[in-house]
């Protein structure tokens, strides 16, 4: 039977959460999940390559076939909102450039996929993210928990080859 890797991605400046899941037919199984934490003391360019290594220290580390990266919305201040789209193109650029092909899904359908409902919140996406991949080490993070929700989604809605 197929097994794909899927690696989760949930953008942010600050934060950027990631997780892997193993998908082998209708099953689904975690294989690790974190963040990649950036200092806001340090200058644009130096959060966002920071970013970009961590990220390529993940990608090397489980060399997952696919990618999913959560759609950001926009929000008031247009300065943030500029930010974290330069995250989010940094995010995008990590497995593109490895040649890993990148889906995206908008935070509404992955939580509607996860937890049945597109406006629920990050405590109950967590909670059903442990339900459904119930191996998963204690201590997740919410930021952890968004990325393996947009993996989780993309098993969901993504036909595999048996």
């Not at 294989?31 to 644009?44: E, R």
């Not at 997952?64 to 940094?90: C, H, I, Q, W, Y």
Request: net charge neutral; with cysteine.
């Amino acid at each position: 039977m197929l097994v794909v890797k899927i690696l989760g991605l949930d953008p942010g400046l600050r934060h950027t959460g990631w997780g892997v899941i193993k998908v082998q037919g209708n099953s689904l199984s975690p294989v690790a999940q974190g963040t990649v934490d950036t200092d806001a003391k340090l200058s644009l360019a130096e959060r966002l390559n920071t970013l970009f290594q961590g990220l390529m220290v993940v990608l090397e580390d489980h060399q997952p076939d696919e990618a999913v990266v959560e759609e950001t919305f926009v929000n008031n201040n247009a300065v943030s909102t500029l930010k974290l789209g330069m995250a989010r193109g940094v995010v995008l650029l990590a497995p593109a450039s490895l040649n890993i092909p990148v889906f995206e899904y908008s935070a509404n359908k992955i939580k509607k996929s996860v937890v049945g409902v597109g406006h629920a919140d990050k405590s109950q996406v967590l909670m059903m993210v442990q339900r459904l991949l119930p191996t998963l080490q204690s201590g997740l993070k919410l930021d952890a928990a968004d990325a393996l929700a947009a993996a989780i989604c993309h098993a969901h809605h993504t036909p595999r080859r048996i």
